[in-house]
């Protein structure tokens, strides 16, 4: 909070400075007048926040996500966009997507994401001073209508016309549909028909995001003779399951523990006589004078590339191969890896663009947010198909996923200024 709060005194010294010359100097005629519309939307923005923050949306609640779609459907269609809803097989138990779309030959096609749902649900709208609470507020209900208010700018302005910009916002990104070839097929299918993606999850601290770690869940079986506790260490009865879990997790910390931008966290153990493991849940026992026969681990592995994904799962293997006397180990891996957001060339040009508009607004610069810092996101669906920016939501907030959250309802113009810059300069 305290970064937070200098920067903020120092963006308005330098809107002060810029509003006798020097920032304005820098954004052309029509840039001035988006800029100006953004700002005009500050009080519409906010009540859209509150509406669509009333509506409540967990991703399971497939009604309530349709519903706060609708709401964001008709504002696009105010300003000129054809929207259609994308509908998922009922089995698979989620709300579908919203896309909007206008037509024309002028600039990069932009994909712009959001998305509807939200973890949790229940806190309704409510403002106290800048801060604006509910769930959703900052993931990433702020974000839409941040996104909002700069199409509606760019649109008052006469930058919209003859643009290709695509909106996707999508109903299940918090707990995205099984499998994702099916889920994610609508959002793959418009990244291959444009030339640059924008995502507006929450922004931090004067940073946009160029890259995002991928995950995926991993399962560890291992199997020993079981037998009298007096016997381990020998030839005849050998290590035991426990013994070879803890040699895997072990090595897993000696060979991954320094390696950039990976994480590999195993969340829960069991093992013994009897064990089970389900998912999130665990049972065992065991006497302290028989050797284990058998453990299970489980647990999770982030990562920023592809390539790293693929190196780290066959490393982890060939750990796991290297079994202690008399034992045996399988490692498995969970479908549904989310992909990662690898940092390229393409999406640092896109914060470059973005930091250019931010500097001409008086905003102050705009830097690569640390990959380590930020989850997992939709955008990493569609990474390795075109250059990609996100966190280009509200900011200033805080509490995503949990109770109290909150969005800075003073970072909605800026934001949205700053956006409907970077859209107008892209597109233009
Ligand atoms: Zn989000």
Redesign the pocket.
């Known amino acids: 909070m305290p970064t937070y709060l200098l920067r903020l005194i120092g963006r308005v010294v330098i809107l002060t400075i810029g509003s006798v010359g020097i920032a304005r100097a820098a954004l052309d005629p029509t840039e001035q007048v988006i800029a100006q519309r953004a700002a005009d939307g500050q009080s519409a923005a906010e009540a859209l926040l509150a509406r669509a923050v009333d509506i409540e949306s967990p991703t399971e609640n497939l009604a309530g996500v349709r519903a706060v779609g609708e709401v964001f459907a008709g504002e696009l269609r105010a300003i000129g966009f054809r929207t259609r809803w994308v509908d998922l097989p009922p089995d698979m138990q989620r709300a579908g997507h919203l896309v909007a779309e206008i037509d024309g030959k002028h600039g990069r096609r932009l994909l712009l994401l959001g ?1 509807l749902d939200t973890v949790l649900a229940g806190e309704r709208f409510r403002r106290e001073g800048d801060r604006g609470y509910g769930t959703g507020a900052s ?2 209900k702020g ?1 839409i209508v941040v996104m909002l208010q700069a199409l509606k700018a760019l649109h008052a302005a006469g930058a919209l016309a003859d643009r290709r910009i695509t909106v996707m916002l999508t109903g299940d ?2 707990d995205a549909g099984l499998p994702f070839a099916v889920s994610r097929a609508a959002m793959v299918e418009l990244a291959g028909r444009s030339d640059a993606a924008l995502s507006f ?2 922004s931090i601290d004067g940073t946009a995001t160029i890259g995002r770690r991928g995950f995926s869940s991993w399962t560890l079986e291992t199997t020993g003779e079981t037998g009298h506790s007096s016997g381990i260490f020998g030839e005849g009865s050998g290590s035991g399951a426990v013994y070879e879990a803890a040699r895997i997790l072990a090595a897993f910390q000696a060979e991954f523990g320094a390696e950039k931008y990976l994480t590999l966290n195993p969340s829960l153990i069991v093992g013994g006589t009897k064990a089970t493991l389900d998912d999130y849940r665990g049972t065992a026992e065991g006497k302290t004078n028989v050797i284990a026969p058998v453990a299970f681990a489980r647990g999770d592995l982030r990562y920023i590339s592809l390539e790293q994904e693929r190196s780290v799962k066959a490393r982890m293997q060939a750990i796991v191969a290297r079994h202690l006397p008399r034992t045996g180990a399988t490692l498995r891996f969970d479908d549904g890896a989310y992909p990662p957001m690898t940092p390229t060339a393409g999406n640092e040009e896109l914060l470059k663009v973005l930091d250019g508009a931010s500097r001409d607004l008086g905003l102050g610069p705009v830097a690569a947010l640390d990959p380590g810092r930020r989850g997992a ?2 955008i990493g669906f569609i990474a390795h198909l075109l250059p990609c920016l996100d966190g280009l939501g509200s900011g200033g907030g805080d509490n ?1 996923h949990a109770p109290g959250e909150y969005t800075g309802l003073d970072t909605l113009t800026p934001m949205a200024q700053r956006a409907a810059l970077l859209i107008h300069r892209l597109s233009r």
């Open positions: 998305h993931d990433m974000g990104e918090e999850e929450t996101g939709d995503s």
